[in-house]
């Protein structure tokens, strides 16, 4: 499928549900992130709003992005994750809308500080930088250029150990 000009992006209702559900479900081998995402509904972590799907121009969600609450020591921050494209859809430019549009959404929030444990190649486009530089580590082992962190102003980042939401089991 070839690219739309321009993505469509809103923050999921609960109509949306099940099709995020089937995103989450397409892009991974398992169906840990496509229940993580629906324990993250229900968890003090939950942000309204901050929960991202794209679409092409038939308004069928492709593409998805979630930030919920996790802390740097006592500093309150947005974890970016699960991201997810339908299969068909990938390397099409709906994930970094969905990603785009969830951290454009935050920044509106006010929310300051955004931290991602994903793929060093992808993530940096974004603006997200290696954690370690900033002295943020995390409480399990993951290669140092996997953690990122990303600062939505002009603030610096904090230092220190990330806290994610329960369900993340981190």
């Not at 092409?56 to 969600?61: A, E, R, Y």
């Not at 951290?103 to 060093?120: T, Y």
């Not at 993530?123 to 962190?149: C, K, Q, W």
Request: hydrophobic residues 40%.
């Amino acid at each position: 499928m070839s690219a739309p000009h321009e993505w469509i992006t809103r923050a999921e209702t609960d109509a949306d549900i099940p099709a995020i559900r089937e995103i989450n479900l397409a892009a991974f081998n398992t169906i840990e992130e496509a229940d993580l995402v629906d324990d993250l509904r229900t968890d003090p972590a939950w942000i309204e709003g901050l929960s991202i799907y794209s679409a092409g121009p038939d308004g069928k969600p492709v593409g998805y992005a979630l930030l919920t609450r996790c802390h740097v020591d006592d500093t309150p921050a947005l974890c970016l994750g699960p991201c997810a494209v339908l299969p068909s859809h990938q390397n099409t430019g709906a994930g970094s809308a969905a990603i785009r549009a969830a951290l454009e959404a935050a920044e509106r929030a006010c929310e300051r500080f955004v931290i991602v444990l994903g793929h060093p190649a992808y993530y940096p486009r974004f603006g997200f930088t290696r954690a370690s530089e900033s002295r943020i580590r995390i409480s399990i082992d993951v290669p140092d250029d996997a953690l990122m962190a990303l600062s939505l102003g002009s603030k610096e980042l904090p230092s220190g150990t990330v806290r994610y939401a329960a369900p993340f089991g981190i």
